[in-house]
T-cell receptor
Framework: DQQVKQNSPSLSVQEGRISILNCDYTNSMFDYFLWYKKYPAEGPTFLISISSIKDKNEDGRFTVFLNKSAKHLSLHIVPSQPGDSAVYFC???????????????FGSGTQLTVLP | DTAVSQTPKYLVTQMGNDKSIKCEQN?????MYWYKQDSKKFLKIMFSYNNKELIINETVPNRFSPKSPDKAHLNLHINSLELGDSAVYFC??????????????FGQGTRLTVV
């Protein structure tokens, strides 16, 4: 039962254009959403996040949009650069059991390739 | 200066052996985690641990056990290794925020191969 879904396993974009990565979730208890970037043989690195009370968060070339009613979020990268080529994981956070700890639930990732 | 470090990076071992993966964080975080990335590339939480409680994902076999000697370390012990345990294991840490969440920082991963 996947609570966080990334339906596109891969995406190719030309350098300088916009990259849009999508993510859907099913659990309405998620209250914080994050995007992580992962290069081969490395751990995921945090990219950008958004609280469920917001609908947009921007950080340089990266913008995350949240549509709570549709349970959908997206990551926009503008302009895309070859160094952005990596696997991007969407993650959602909620509290665990008694509420004193939190956990991240990850999607399956999208391989982004930015072509020069 | 690595924030979250895991050792070893690669581990090849035979079925039935017992092995440990070490994790240390120097961020002063109060919560540490173990995640497993399976063959389908899903990152699934195995354990969440802070100085108050250990939360175990109920799907994790009891052959897996986390051990935390102190707040900066969360080691993963695996007994009687099976072929299906082959995966990449990631350690992570985060700090509980007063009203929200702070991002988790991940180690570089340990690729475990059981032969």
């Amino acid at each position: 039962d996947q609570q966080v879904k990334q339906n596109s396993p891969s995406l190719s974009v030309q350098e300088g254009r916009i990259s849009i990565l999508n993510c859907d979730y099913t659990n309405s208890m998620f209250d914080y959403f994050l995007w992580y970037k992962k290069y081969p043989a490395e751990g995921p690195t945090f990219l950008i996040s958004i609280s469920s009370i917001k609908d947009k968060n921007e950080d340089g070339r990266f913008t995350v949009f949240l549509n709570k009613s549709a349970k959908h979020l997206s990551l926009h990268i503008v302009p895309s650069q070859p160094g952005d080529s990596a696997v991007y994981f969407c993650a959602a956070s909620d509290t665990i059991s008694s509420g004193s700890a939190r956990q991240l639930t990850f999607g399956s990732g999208t391989q982004l390739t930015v072509l020069p | 200066d690595t924030a979250v470090s895991q050792t070893p990076k690669y581990l090849v071992t035979q079925m039935g052996n017992d092995k440990s993966i070490k994790c240390e964080q120097n961020l002063g975080h109060d919560t540490m985690y173990w995640y497993k990335q399976d063959s389908k590339k899903f990152l699934k939480i195995m354990f969440s641990y802070n100085n108050k409680e250990l939360i175990i994902n109920e799907t994790v076999p009891n052959r897996f056990s986390p051990k935390s000697p102190d707040k900066a370390h969360l080691n993963l012990h695996i007994n009687s290794l099976e072929l299906g345990d082959s995966a990449v294991y990631f350690c992570a840490s985060s700090q509980a925020a007063g009203n929200g969440y702070t991002e988790a920082f991940f180690g570089q991963g340990t690729r475990l191969t059981v032969v």
